[in-house]
């Protein structure tokens, strides 16, 4: 069984560079470091499974932070979560999504929320496999 790690010095976000730029692709990887670490002033953490062929880089990541609102209390939030290509179809998406519900049990969390593109049916799949339902349609309005 893959062991998750936390991200928690620069080489570790470094490792996972790759993983979280073919999620966001748009993001410029000489500002990716920096960018995360005024997140994690923010409380966002990131977990990953490093690859077999390669330790030093992340087969996978989840990012996440804690929050808490009125209409569902105190949760753990997913902003992020990937699987490279040829590290797809081994189940590390499911293990950092149980990693993470683990957390926020034992954490004595109301829930575990995420948001997720409407056309991403296979990550719905895994998402409805792992427990999570459907409960609200996201909207936002670019500036």
Not at 24 to 49: C, F
Not at 112 to 119: N, P
Not at 123 to 130: D, V
Request: aromatic share 8%.
């Amino acid at each position: 069984m893959p062991t998750i790690h936390t991200a928690a010095s620069d080489a570790d976000l470094q490792a996972c560079s790759e993983v979280i730029l073919f999620l966001r692709p748009l993001l410029q990887k000489e500002n990716l470091l920096a960018q995360i670490k005024e997140m994690q002033e923010e409380d966002y953490r990131i977990v990953y499974i490093a690859a077999d062929d390669d330790p030093s880089k992340a087969a996978a990541f989840a990012g996440f932070r804690h929050m808490n609102k009125l209409f569902s209390g105190k949760t753990i939030y997913i902003d992020d979560l990937a699987c490279l290509p040829a590290y797809q179809g081994r189940g590390y998406a499911a293990l950092l999504l149980d990693h993470i519900t683990a957390l926020a049990r034992k954490e004595g969390l109301r829930s575990v929320q995420l948001d997720s593109g409407h056309a991403l049916h296979p990550a719905h799949r895994l998402y409805h496999r792992q427990g999570f339902h459907i409960s609200a349609h996201h909207f936002s309005q670019p500036l």
